[in-house]
Each structure stands twice: as C-alpha cells, then as structure tokens.
C-alpha cells in the first residue's frame, strides 16, 4: 500500500484501514471469513512455518518450537542476549531461505527490507567494535514456533517470532479470529553509516526525518504542549515490558495542529503501521481510526537539530509508537509499536476464551 499524503487527516487513516473493512463486511460475529484478508494472511503464515518445520531435523525442532502456553512466548526483548530458539547459523541453506520466508509473511515489503537490513548491520558494528562488545553474528537471529500453525482446528491460536539483537517480531494467529502483530521492534546501531561501502546509509532514517518536520513545523504554543522535556530519555521508556501502558504527558493532541500537521502525523502512524503486511496495518489503522484519532498525541523530548539526542512518542487510546536515539552519539536508534490491548493477541485471545467457554456452555 503506498502511502497518501495529501488526503486530511481522518480520510488517510480511513482510506487504509478499508483495506480490512471492505472484505469483512460478510464476516460472521466471532472472526473473519475464510475468504477475508485476515485469513489469507493466516494460511500463509500457517504454510510458511509448515514449510519451515518440515525441513527440520528431530533436534531443531525440539529448539524451534514450543507449547503455546509457554511463558517464553511473553520473554521478549531487543538485546544481545541468550535466547531460546533455532538461530539462522544452525541452518541448512534450504532451511535458512525458509525461515526468511516465514520472515517475509508477517511483514510488508518495506518492513521487510528494513529487518533485513538491521540483520545485515551486525558486519558493520563487528567491524568497529573489532571483539570489543557483545558477539555480533547476522546469524544469530532465533526463530520460535509457538502451538501448531494452521491447527485442523479453526480456533486453535498459535504464533511465531523472529528475534536479535535490534529486531523482535511476535505474531499471534487466533485461527480464523485474527492476527496480532505485536510487540514489534525495530533498531539500528549505527542509526547512520559514517564509513565505509555503505556510508549514508540510515535504515530508520524516514522515521526520524518526518518526526523531526513535525515538531519543528510547531508554533510556539504548540511546542509548549508538544515538547514535554528538553533532555531525551536514555531509551524508549516502554522497554521490553510485557504489556505496554499508557504514558503521560499525551503531548499535542490532533485537534491542535493545522492541515499540513496533521498529514505529517498521519504520514508516520501509517510508516510504523507498514512494516507489517498490509493486511494486519490496515487493521491496527482500523482501531486507531474506531478508537478516535482526535484522541492521538504527539511528543518531543530533546534536541530538534540532527545529531543532537532527541526521542519522540505518538500514543492513542489502542497504540504506542516510540523512537528514541540517544546512545552512541545520537546515532543509535530504538523504535517500536505497541498495542495496549492487542499485544501477544492479548484481545484475540480473550474473545476466543470466552467464545469457547460460552460454546462449551451451550453444548451442555
């Protein structure tokens, strides 16, 4: 889906979120329809992770999958860490090309270049950290497999991750419910290339520029409201927390920034939502857009001048995005999207559980 940027504010969202709405209009009340988005998206990923599994040996999958009530699937997080799982290294060639497959299915084509592009970052810092830091290894990216992928049961949830350092995918699939993608994580280090064959290079670049535009296309009562600290936090303040939280002050709110404003606003809510395929951006555009966009804010901590630390926030009532770069000289970026509600399909879930229970209730 490419992006409009000349549509007002509420139009832009809504144009996108459609993509979801016009093929679930003849879905049932418990979930999508076998024909809809949703559950074409589904199949894939379904397929993709049964691609992956069935070129496995015995021992890789006892590493790459897990119980989907294990809490490893909530053990999340974007560092240099030990993790659970089947790295990318411990791979045949075929298996590592269907793993990138399985990769591929749950986002869209920039989201996927982007995460593609963070692995491959891992040669840059190992050649300027010459074994000083952590093991930098574009390999070692962890795949896990949680539940069965497309359960004969078409309730049945299951879900997947792809995780390293600087980037962390989890997907959850309620059968024919839904799909959540969330939290989703992306980084860089460095944020910006300084030498080298690949010099200039800024994977997250877009984010930073348009948020930049934004805050210093304010007024000067705007930026009362919309710069709430002169220094940056060190770090995105939701960390690697299992449920993400509202957080205060909200910034300024859509109602107060002008036509160009708002479309810039509107411009990087739908970049961050675009990582993902465009089936499951266009239904976190479509909460955002039920849930009120009148309600979403805008907030600026730190330098506006490249190259000085700086951070910003854009939170509704259903979603977080935060960027932060701070570390190494400005030129470290974190960057994620969270759902309050739909994280790990927290809300998937809930209506499944109940659904089921309510089926079991009536089979009495």
């Known amino acids: 889906m490419s992006r409009p940027r000349s549509f007002p504010f509420v139009l832009a969202i809504a144009a996108l979120s459609s993509y979801a709405t016009r093929s679930s209009a003849h879905d049932g009340p418990f979930g999508h329809s076998h024909g809809s988005p949703i559950a074409k998206a589904a199949r894939e990923m379904a397929g993709a992770a049964n691609n992956l599994w069935a070129s496995?040996?015995?021992?890789?999958?006892?590493?790459?999958?897990?119980?989907?009530?294990?809490?490893?699937?909530?053990?999340?997080?974007?560092?240099?860490?030990?993790?659970?799982?089947?790295?990318?290294?411990?791979?045949?060639?075929?298996?590592?090309?269907?793993?990138?497959?399985?990769?591929?299915?749950?986002?869209?084509?920039?989201?996927?270049?982007?995460?593609?592009?963070?692995?491959?970052?891992?040669?840059?810092?190992?050649?300027?950290?010459?074994?000083?830091?952590?093991?930098?290894?574009?390999?070692?990216?962890?795949?896990?497999?949680?539940?069965?992928?497309?359960?004969?049961?078409?309730?049945?949830?299951?879900?997947?991750?792809?995780?390293?350092?600087?980037?962390?995918?989890?997907?959850?699939?309620?059968?024919?419910?839904?799909?959540?993608?969330?939290?989703?994580?992306?980084?860089?280090?460095?944020?910006?290339?300084?030498?080298?064959?690949?010099?200039?290079?800024?994977?997250?670049?877009?984010?930073?520029?348009?948020?930049?535009?934004?805050?210093?296309?304010?007024?000067?009562?705007?930026?009362?409201?919309?710069?709430?600290?002169?220094?940056?936090?060190?770090?995105?303040?939701?960390?690697?927390?299992?449920?993400?939280?509202?957080?205060?002050?909200a910034g300024i709110l859509v109602p107060e920034l002008n036509a160009e404003q708002k479309e810039l606003l509107n411009t990087i809510i739908v970049l961050y939502a675009e990582r993902l395929r465009p089936e499951l951006a266009a239904d976190d555009l479509g909460k955002i857009l039920k849930a009120g966009v009148d309600?979403?804010?805008?907030?600026?901590?730190?330098?506006?001048?490249?190259?000085?630390p700086h951070y910003y926030r854009i939170q509704g009532p259903t979603f977080l995005i935060e960027y932060d770069n701070t570390q190494n000289n400005a030129n470290h970026v974190h960057s994620v999207w969270r759902d309050f509600e739909g994280d790990f399909g927290d809300d998937l879930l809930k209506q499944h559980y109940e659904s089921a229970s309510s089926d079991h209730g009536h089979s009495k």
């Not at 309600?295 to 000085?308: D, H, S, Y």
């Open 295 to 308: 309600k979403i804010g805008f907030a600026w901590a730190g330098g506006l001048e490249p190259g000085q």
């Open 56 to 249: 496995l040996t015995p021992e890789q999958r006892l590493k790459v999958g897990f119980e989907f009530t294990d809490p490893l699937r909530y053990d999340w997080h974007f560092i240099p860490r030990p993790r659970k799982g089947l790295p990318l290294k411990e791979m045949s060639g075929e298996q590592k090309a269907l793993a990138h497959a399985l990769l591929a299915s749950g986002l869209g084509q920039n989201g996927y270049i982007k995460a593609e592009t963070i692995i491959s970052l891992e040669q840059i810092l190992a050649s300027i950290e010459k074994g000083k830091g952590p093991v930098r290894d574009t390999e070692l990216y962890f795949f896990n497999i949680f539940g069965k992928p497309g359960s004969t049961d078409p309730k049945q949830p299951w879900g997947w991750r792809v995780e390293g350092h600087h980037l962390a995918l989890n997907f959850t699939i309620v059968g024919d419910q839904g799909i959540a993608g969330g939290p989703t994580f992306l980084g860089t280090n460095p944020a910006e290339v300084k030498d080298g064959p690949r010099k200039g290079l800024r994977i997250l670049g877009e984010e930073e520029d348009l948020a930049r535009k934004l805050v210093k296309s304010l007024g000067d009562d705007q930026r009362k409201k919309g710069i709430v600290q002169e220094e940056a936090p060190k770090d995105i303040l939701s960390l690697a927390l299992r449920k993400a939280k509202p957080l205060e002050p």
